[in-house]
């Protein structure tokens, strides 16, 4: 399968609309944080919050259902969540951390997972990640250069931003969308090499691509994954549908999950034929 393995797939909106209100997509990542604070599954969950310059997102342990829910929404550059879990643990004490990142940063806590130098008894508080999908990633100043120069807004009057029908799209005092193709110039060099588009390593991995606006794809991926999201729906916290009931579904997602392995691959061809380096055993 394309996008990795998984037990339960499901194209989900959560119910709760001071979720719904603030979220990018269909709330999964939020509704599921706050659900899992309730429960007691999990006691903190590092997250990509606000900083005092707009848009350029800071991690922060969320330990509040308040706090979890104001840095909802997507911030289209890095957002250093990783970095964080050391913290998480050692100085805020969470026994049972969630943490939310792009299928890069999952990588990173599977490997802490496996390997915790330097971080001896800290991946094992790591009780859920939750990846979101990633096509691609921006500098913030490429970011900023996108809103400012090709939207022409200014950035601190924008509310949200989207990436998707092959536009980059922003709701602010006007709404304005410029073709994707303007953006590439702008990703992060590393994406070029990205493989994995839906989180495959996370717990749990939601993004919009196969789902109707409004709604997430959502995967649970292993087992303690897979639990909590079938708890949470049947509390209610979702609507839920089957994802062979929405349009365009998981042959969308198959399709691009491949895309952006092909297009990795091939540059990966390209490096070697110029010279460069290249990390040794990427996986496609
Ligand atoms: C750089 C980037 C590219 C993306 N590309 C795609 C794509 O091509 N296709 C697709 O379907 N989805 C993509 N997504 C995911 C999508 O935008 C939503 O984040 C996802 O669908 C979850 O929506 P939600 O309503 O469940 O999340 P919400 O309930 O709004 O919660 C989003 C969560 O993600 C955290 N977050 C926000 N920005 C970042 C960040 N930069 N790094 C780490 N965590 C963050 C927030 O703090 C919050 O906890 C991308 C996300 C990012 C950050
Ligand atoms: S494209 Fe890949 S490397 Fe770039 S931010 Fe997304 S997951 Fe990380």
């Given amino acids: 399968m394309a996008f990795g393995k998984y ?3 499901y194209a989900l909106k959560a119910k709760d609309n001071a979720v719904t209100g603030v979220a990018q997509d269909g709330g ?6 706050c659900y899992a604070l309730d429960q007691g599954i999990i006691d903190g969950a590092i997250v990509a919050g606000n900083s005092e310059t707009p848009w350029l997102p800071k991690p922060v342990v969320a330990t509040t259902k308040e706090e979890i829910i104001a840095a909802a929404g997507t911030k289209y550059t890095i957002s250093p969540n990783v970095a964080a879990v050391k913290d998480a643990v050692r100085e805020m004490g969470c026994d049972k951390l969630a943490v939310v990142g792009t299928p890069c940063q999952i990588y990173a806590i599977q490997k ?4 915790p130098f330097g971080a001896r008894h800290v991946p094992d508080k790591i009780a859920m990640t939750i990846g979101i999908f990633c096509t691609e990633n921006f500098t913030y100043q490429g970011l900023k250069t996108i809103i400012e120069d090709h939207c022409k807004v200014p950035i601190e009057s924008v509310k949200k931003m989207e990436i998707g029908k092959g536009k ?10 410029i073709p994707i193709k303007e ?3 702008y990703e992060q060099p590393g994406d070029h090499v990205c493989t994995d588009l839906t989180a495959e390593f996370a717990d749990i991995a939601t993004g919009s691509i196969g789902t ?4 997430s794809t959502t995967f649970g991926r292993t087992t303690r994954g897979t639990e909590l999201l079938k708890k949470a729906i049947a509390a209610g916290v979702f609507e839920s549908k089957a994802m062979a009931d929405v349009q365009p579904g998981l042959p969308l997602l198959e399709k691009l999950e491949a895309a952006k392995k092909d297009k990795a691959k091939k540059h990966v061809e390209e490096m070697k034929s110029l010279g460069l380096f290249v990390t040794p055993g990427i996986i496609y």
């Fill in 7 to 9: 037990k339960e797939v």
């Fill in 28 to 33: 999964v990542v939020t509704a599921l944080l």
């Fill in 112 to 115: 802490m997972r496996l390997y």
């Fill in 168 to 177: 980059f799209s922003i709701k602010a005092d006007k709404d304005v969308a």
């Fill in 212 to 215: 109707p606006d409004g709604w």
């Fill in 183 to 185: 953006t590439h110039k």
